[in-house]
């Protein structure tokens, strides 16, 4: 079992910045992917951005060169550091762990608590 700590969030202007923290705790798997997904009010949860183990990353469109997700192997903790933050990027922000391995009786996705960041002037 893994479970996943979030910190970070906050409330910021138009144009600052913030950066995201998960920990995942447990016996982590060799093989997965990370993820940052966000639900804004009024709308279901997406994905914002992903990194593998093999350190391969992916974003969606709206926050490409905005966001950076990264990784500290050592630390089993995964970044998102965002800036440029615009309105539009409130929402209340989720980590994701998954992984392709199939362990009977071993969940294969995991999900943190979630941290709340709103962009406001």
């Known amino acids: 079992q893994v479970q996943l700590v979030e910190s970070g969030g906050g409330l910021v202007q138009p144009g600052g910045s913030l950066r995201l923290s998960c920990e995942a705790s447990?016996?982590?798997?060799?093989?997965?992917?990370m993820g940052w997904y966000r639900r804004a009010p009024g709308t279901e949860r997406a994905l914002v951005a992903s990194v593998t183990n093999g350190g391969s990353t992916d974003y969606v469109d709206s926050v490409k060169g905005r966001f950076t997700i990264s990784k500290d192997n050592a630390k089993n903790t995964i970044y998102l550091q965002m800036n440029t933050l615009r309105p539009e990027d409130t929402a209340v922000y989720y980590c994701?762990?998954?992984?392709?391995?199939?362990?009977?009786?071993?969940?294969?996705?995991?999900w943190g608590q979630g941290t709340q960041v709103t962009v406001s002037s």
């Open positions: 994701n762990l998954w992984t392709p391995l199939y362990i009977e009786g071993v969940q294969n996705t995991y």
């Open positions: 447990g016996n982590v798997f060799s093989d997965y992917v």
